[in-house]
């Protein structure tokens, strides 16, 4: 599976931004989708993921109310919409695929970070 991001830019706190991850291969809908983002002189963190039939959602919690992930496998996509964005949000976002295993282990690897496949970031800046 290849992962390409869009839909990063700039945009003011209180903002919104649709992140969208397009995804290459006939096994999209086998695997657990979600997001991760990278702060200046930060680690990676965990944002959001989602099952591959969306029965299960996963949210950080400094996101929790304000970012909503979503699926459509038809288009082998996912999206990330961003809404009430903060100066903190800013970061390089990445998709990121996981094979599907039982829900709570896949759920788990987003937890860790151990994706099988990650897509180049796209840089989400949010001013003050």
């Known amino acids: 599976v290849q992962l390409q991001a869009s839909g990063g830019g700039l945009v003011q706190a209180g903002g919104s931004l649709r992140l969208s991850c397009a995804g290459s291969g006939r096994a999209f809908n086998m695997h657990g989708m979600g997001w991760f983002r990278q702060a200046p002189g930060k680690e990676r963190e965990f944002v959001a993921a989602i099952s591959r039939n969306g029965g299960t959602i996963h949210y950080a919690e400094s996101v929790k109310g304000r970012f909503t992930i979503s699926r459509d496998n038809a288009k082998n996509s996912v999206y990330l919409q961003m809404n009430t964005l903060k100066p903190e949000d800013t970061a390089d976002y990445y998709c990121?695929?996981?094979?599907?295993?039982?829900?709570?282990?896949?759920?788990?690897?987003?937890?860790?970070?151990?994706?099988?496949?990650w897509g180049k970031g796209t840089l989400v800046t949010v001013s003050s």
């Open positions: 990121a695929a996981v094979l599907m295993r039982t829900t709570a282990q896949t759920m788990g690897a987003f937890k860790t970070g151990g994706m099988d496949y």
